[in-house]
Each structure stands twice: as structure tokens, then as C-alpha cells.
């Protein structure tokens, strides 16, 4: 077998850094800052749930607009931000600056984080890492970078709940690259242990809720369909007929998770908190 034959990407291996590139263009395009900034809440939770002590050196890995950053930079402590769209960093840039917050923002990759090891006293992804392609090696990379004794602190969309949900149904529409693990599986505690356990001396995981509040079901889906990247790209991905399919989905979803009975959307979606503490 000749070398390129050997090293084509196949079902069972994909071709993870073309997955990368369209995951690079699908988070850039729309502005997740406007869905971000709304989760704000889920950055101070984990900041808590990490007991995060103030002067501590904190790392913000796919920060996004910076929501777990600005929670840390609230606390006194020494934080990096870092994402790999630019943008992104820009928008957290400018959230710290109107709140006189001193952070660090950097452009990175998650799966090669230009750190040295054991840099960190506290790694902190919401919503985040999860995305990577290759799973093990961005996990690999946040266990890297933490000191021993320290702890990463994670908030990931589980598979059973209204975001997990929301990607198995845009999966549905267009199917997601063979081989590819989904990003849900972040969610999960065996996933985290397979992931982890290796290098951790302790992993604690406690299922969360997060509380999705919109004017109504169509303004859910105009913000979701403009600004999210993921739901942006699918729809820019269909004809037609598969935009008017994917939407209905999308609408019966809503209901079947919604809460409010006023019109407006009260949408809960689990995610896994997680504190695992570096051997």
C-alpha cells in the first residue's frame, strides 16, 4: 500500500481538517455573539462549581464572545481568552473593555492550544470545546495545559437535551461527515471518563438546566436561523423544500420542549456540568 493510500481519510477516519475548515466557516458566519451572550449565566455557574479563587491563572478555551472569560475576569483572576475565530475574540474584547476587565485574548485552536504544560491553574470551556472535531486530542490538549492539582471545568450540551436535540434534527436534513463523533457525547459522563480518566484524580459531573427565553417561536428561529452558525449553515446547505421541511421540524421541536403558554418560548435545555481535577 503506497503512503497516500495509507493516510486517505476513510469512513472510519475522517477527514477531520476538512471538517475543521467547514466548522471554521459555520461558526464565523452569522454573529454566535448574539446566542452567546445570552448564556452568560452558565459562565458564573461553572465559575463557581470550579470554586474559582482569585489571582488564579485561568485559560478560556473556544471562548466564543467570552462568556466563562468574563466570569473569571470578574473573580480577580489572570484569564486568557482564547477562540479561533477572530471575530469572536473581538466581541469578548470589547465586553471586557466597557466592563474595565484586564483579560489576555489570543487566537488558538483548541486541538493545539500554543501553551506550555501545566500552565493553568483552571481550564474553562462552555459550550466549547465540545465542537472540535477530533475530540481526544482537544481533550488532551486542556488536560495538558492544567497544572497537577488544578481542574477543568466544562459545560456541554448533553444528547437527550433541546440542543442535543436541535443538532439530531438538523442531522436528519444533512447528515453529519461519516466517522465524525457527535459533540454531544461531550455531555455524557462516560465520554468525559473515556476522555479524562486517565489523567484525572477526580471527575465530578452534575446534570444542569439552562433556560432558552425568546418573544415566541419564529423569533427563536429568525435569531437562530441569522446568527447561529450551525443552523445558519443548514439552511444555506437546503433547496427550497428542504428549508420549509427543516423549519417545521425546528417549530415542532420548540413545541415539544417548550414551557410558556403565553406565546413566548421558555425552552429548558440540559447540559453537563463538569469539575475534573487534574492527577
Not at 504544560?117 to 483552571?122: G, I, K, L, M, S
Not at 457525547?185 to 479524562?196: C, H, K, Q, S, V
Request: with cysteine; hydrophobic share 45%.
Amino acid at each position: 500500500m503506497s503512503t497516500s493510500a495509507a493516510l486517505k481519510p476513510t469512513a472510519a477516519q475522517p477527514d477531520l481538517a476538512a471538517v475543521k475548515q467547514r466548522q471554521h466557516g459555520a461558526w464565523s458566519s452569522g454573529d454566535y455573539a448574539v446566542v452567546g451572550t445570552t448564556l452568560q449565566i452558565v459562565g458564573e455557574q461553572l465559575c463557581e462549581a470550579v470554586d474559582l479563587r482569585a489571582g488564579s491563572k485561568v485559560l478560556d478555551v473556544a471562548a466564543g464572545n467570552g462568556n466563562a472569560t468574563l466570569a473569571a475576569a470578574r473573580r480577580w483572576c489572570d484569564v486568557t481568552s482564547t477562540d479561533y475565530v477572530p471575530a469572536l475574540l473581538k466581541r469578548g474584547r470589547e465586553r471586557a473593555a466597557a466592563e474595565h476587565l484586564m483579560v489576555e485574548f489570543r487566537e488558538a485552536d483548541a486541538e493545539a492550544l500554543p501553551f506550555a504544560d501545566a500552565t493553568y491553574d483552571v481550564v474553562l470551556s462552555t459550550f466549547g470545546v465540545m465542537f472540535t472535531p477530533d475530540q481526544d486530542k482537544a481533550a488532551s490538549e486542556l488536560a495538558r495545559v492544567c497544572r497537577s492539582g488544578g481542574k477543568i471545568g466544562l459545560a456541554n450540551w448533553t444528547p437527550q437535551g433541546f440542543i442535543g436535540q436541535l443538532f439530531k434534527t438538523i442531522g436528519r436534513h444533512l447528515p453529519p461527515p461519516a466517522g465524525v463523533k457527535s459533540p454531544a457525547l461531550w455531555g455524557t459522563a462516560a465520554r468525559l471518563d473515556e476522555m479524562f480518566g486517565s489523567q484525572a484524580s477526580e471527575i465530578a459531573a452534575e446534570p444542569r438546566m439552562f433556560v432558552f427565553r425568546y418573544r415566541s417561536p419564529d423569533h427563536w428561529l429568525e435569531i437562530f436561523e441569522t446568527f447561529y452558525g450551525p443552523t445558519l449553515k443548514a439552511f444555506a446547505a437546503l433547496d427550497e423544500s428542504g428549508q420549509a421541511a427543516l423549519k417545521r421540524d425546528l417549530l415542532a421541536l420548540l413545541g415539544e420542549f417548550n414551557h410558556a403558554d403565553d406565546g413566548t418560548i421558555v425552552v429548558h435545555s440540559e447540559y453537563l456540568e463538569a469539575v475534573i481535577t487534574k492527577r
